[in-house]
């Protein structure tokens, strides 16, 4: 067994995850996971630059990530950066930054790359011989991944739970008209998707990310966020509507007292939830496969 560490940034969060992991068989055990809110991607989609506070941020939960790496004693690092800071034009202080702190650089992968980690990282554990349809719904974008072992098809589209935010919630809740405009350029990208990934003709739906999995713990109707019971749960397209429908209706702070919320996802999730009806009633599917291992996981089994 190799121990390896893996961290990746995406737009609303940075997380990190060190394991010991078997490079032949691709067995992996997990010493730590961990995720913290910075918001790396505050504003990109309206300025195209990184805000000198959402670095601060992330370089802060770097050097916290860098003391759990030293102490567990990891024999390699991957860095992997994903949507803001492939959009934005003073990416070079994000990298210098994340060099000083953590002795890396940080891979600016493209999107098809963050496709194929996630889709490694979330269907290692699942059996069968059924195409997939891996869809990573994350803060910047989208990844649409089909396969079932190995990837077939692969696209990444600029819908996330973050830029959708950003770019058309003015009110608390939304209104009709700002989830509609939600909804309209979630249906745009899907067209784009379709064009390279057949994402309607997959036997299953594999749902990732912090809202996937924060709308499962919702209709599963957790007191709190537990992983065991979300990894691989199975909700229908039904509940996502239900939860979906609730969300729309709340207030900032009606889903802050919704203890499966992260406080970092209140302000988003609305949008996360509204991205992941529309991929389901697209694709015809009766239910969302969970998973909680993504992206991480794919970086993890990458470095060994």
Not at 133 to 158: C, H, M, P, Q, Y
Not at 162 to 178: F, I, K, N, Q, S
Not at 185 to 196: I, K, M, Y
């Amino acid at each position: 067994m190799t121990r390896v560490a893996g961290i990746d940034c995406g737009t609303n969060s940075i997380r990190l995850l060190v394991a010991d992991v078997h490079p032949e068989t691709g067995e992996l055990v997990e010493l730590d996971r961990r995720m913290t809110i910075v918001r790396l991607g505050q504003g990109v989609d309206r300025t195209g630059r990184l805000a000198p506070e959402a670095l601060e941020r992330t370089f802060a939960a770097c050097r916290a990530y860098a003391e759990v790496i030293e102490r567990l004693g990891a024999e390699k690092l991957r860095f992997v950066a994903t949507s803001a800071s492939r959009d934005a034009e003073n990416r070079e202080e994000f990298v210098n930054g994340v060099v000083e702190i953590l002795g890396v650089e940080p891979e600016v992968i493209t999107g098809d790359q963050e496709a194929a980690f996630s889709f490694t990282g979330a269907t290692g554990e699942l059996h069968g011989t059924e195409t997939r349809l891996v869809v990573d719904i994350g803060g910047g974008s989208t990844e649409f991944v089909t396969g079932n072992k190995e990837v077939e098809a692969a696209r990444s589209v600029d819908i996330g739970c973050v830029r959708l935010t950003e770019r058309h919630v003015r009110h608390d809740p939304p209104t009709a008209e700002e989830a509609d405009a939600i909804r309209a350029d979630v249906r745009a990208a899907l067209d784009l998707a379709a064009e390279t990934v057949p994402i309607d003709t997959a036997e299953t739906l594999v749902g990732l990310a912090g809202s996937v999995t924060t709308v499962a713990a919702m209709a599963l109707g957790l007191p709190e966020y537990d992983s065991e019971k979300i990894h691989h749960a199975r909700i229908s397209a039904a509940q996502v509507a239900e939860v979906t429908e609730r969300l729309l209706a709340s207030t900032h702070a009606e889903r802050a007292a919704i203890p499966v919320i992260h406080p970092g996802r209140v302000d988003v999730i609305i949008a996360g939830a509204l991205v992941l009806r529309e991929i389901v009633e697209r694709v015809g599917a009766h239910e969302v496969v969970v998973s909680e291992h993504d992206i991480l996981d794919g970086i993890a089994l990458s470095v060994a």
